[in-house]
């Protein structure tokens, strides 16, 4: 099966139906999305499919056959800058341990994309359905989180 994982086509072998977390982290060598509850609850093992957040641990590799994967390691530019929502929560202190960063980063592009004028409650009710974390960053993840929205 092919997959384009962060704009490279990757040559994936397995069971189309194993979760796409899976080929990301055992194929692909990436290390950012995180296998968390396996139950799609946490969010650290978000990414994007097409733009579009999802739950890797319960996407199965088929329904990211011929699509566009994206994982935090994706955002940054060819370069090697940041992306505006990884400066954001540089500049905040927004990471302590980083289990579930990488999910609420992918989650805040995506929102962004989606919501371009997304309002702190909107925001806060995005996180809460959708990650866990209990690091103690809470009101710095927001405050970044929010800067990285506003931004133009």
């Known amino acids: 099966m092919k997959l384009k994982v962060n704009g490279q086509v990757r040559q994936i ?3 189309s139906k194993t979760p796409l977390l899976y080929a990301l ?5 990436l290390s950012s999305p995180k296998f968390g509850c396996g139950a799609g609850q946490c969010g650290a093992c978000t990414v994007h499919v097409d733009g579009r957040a999802v739950q890797s641990c319960q996407a199965p590799l088929w329904s990211a056959e011929d699509r566009e994967v994206t994982t935090l390691e994706g955002l940054a530019s060819a370069e090697g800058s940041l992306h505006p929502v990884q400066e954001a929560f540089a500049r905040h202190g927004a990471i302590q341990c980083g289990y579930c960063i990488p999910g609420i980063l992918m989650t805040l592009v995506a929102l962004k994309a989606r919501e371009p004028h997304c309002t702190s409650e909107q925001l806060r009710a995005e996180l809460a359905e959708r990650h866990l974390c209990r690091c103690g960053t809470h009101t710095r993840i927001l405050a970044a989180a929010q ?6």
């Open 13 to 15: 072998r397995g069971d």
């Open 147 to 152: 800067e990285f929205l506003e931004a133009p």
């Open 25 to 29: 982290r055992d194929d692909c060598g």
